[in-house]
């Protein structure tokens, strides 16, 4: 393995990781149960000094703050938390505090039981929770608070869902950084870009070893499960289940647009409807995990293609989304549908033997079909912007894989596919400012 190669497999390890329920409440949940872990061994050792020590479960959890940026409260408000047959960001907190491991990162729920869920919802009955807009620039930003008696306890996450910034106990730092502003070595590493390339993608899922990325097909693993669940139940808004429903074969049929859309679409609606599955996530999000992954999967079961082939598209798949990410960022105005689903339409492409100009050419497709898709915050109802992607990504691989590709002079595309990438990165950023600010503002008024 050459130093690139490893460089870009560590890139992949970082941004492609399991995930238990949405990640913007999860990340909630994560930074309070850091700040309960705080708490627990303060009090400890306290006690250790004093004596004695107050019931820490039910002192924990006095009082919970959490401030969160704009966008994390718009995709905490509407998604299901798993479990719970409960929405939004009180709950989240509640359950990290009570269950919440922060060394199992966006699995942080993975110990989720029918008592701790019971526990979770007693304090937010009792208003323990209390949920504020934090004034900051970062789209990503999350800070816990626990308080008990006269003692409190903190922790910062930041720019990355998993990534906790610094943490604190009676307003004196214990780890990490005292501000945002300050520069780390660390913030070097955790660059999305890479200084990536599509070229470079695409060679490097042509000839990488397949024993370095094999690890990639547990993306097949976890997004499959999800997406099995979500056909077997009745999750959301069953947009999974009713496009490969039997009884709508005439509207549907049996093709592989309708099967992709069908499997991704149910692992969406399954997963935030609350389902406890984990989703194999993509540069923090679940459900553009699910929308890299599962078209491609899908051609994969229907065209019985080998392990190693499958491996090399979804690595092509999840790079290609994480590139486009590093453009625009975590979170933004602009639906992850659309950098996932061109991750995936170059992954079909692959599949289906295509060149690197034609991986290119499909993403211009994608570009110029649905850049705008709004991001209006996680909910059931995401599943059908899932399955709205899917179809496009279907399409505009065929149209590639056909020749056709959309003009240089039409809209935002250019001859030179990275140009084409950061003018996509323009709007969704800095374009698309305002509409975020009004999306938010719709959706807290209701």
Sequence with gaps: MTPREAEIIELLKKEVKPALGCTEPIAVALAVAKASEIMRTERIKDADRNGHLCEVCEALHANIYVEVSGNILKNGMGVGIPGTGMVGLPIAAALGAVCG???????????????????????????????????????????ATMKCGPHEASALIADDHDSIIGTWFDNSLREGRETLDEKTDVDEKTTLDYHLSVREIYDFANTVPFEDIAFILESRTLNLALAKEGLAGDYGLRVGKTIGSPAHAEFFGNDLMSYAMSMTAAASDARMAGCTLAAMSNSGSGNQGITVTMPVISYAIKYKIRDEKLARALVLAHLVAIHIKGYLGKLSALCGCVIASTGSSCGIVYLRGGSYETVCAAIKNMVGNITGMLCDGAKVGCALKVASGV???????????????????DGIIEKDIEKTIRNLGKIGSDGMQSADSMILSIMTCK
């Excluded at 208003?127 to 930003?141: N, R």
């Excluded at 590639?400 to 959309?406: F, K, T």
């Design 101 to 143: 491991r922060s060394e199992y990162g966006l699995e942080v729920l993975s110990d989720l039981s029918g008592t701790a869920i019971a526990r979770a919802k007693d304090i937010v009955a009792k208003d323990k929770v209390h949920i504020s807009v934090a004034d900051t620039d970062h789209k990503l930003y999350v800070k």
């Design 391 to 409: 179809s496009c990504a279907v399409q505009s691989a065929i149209l590639a894989l056909d020749g056709e590709c959309i003009s240089e002079h």
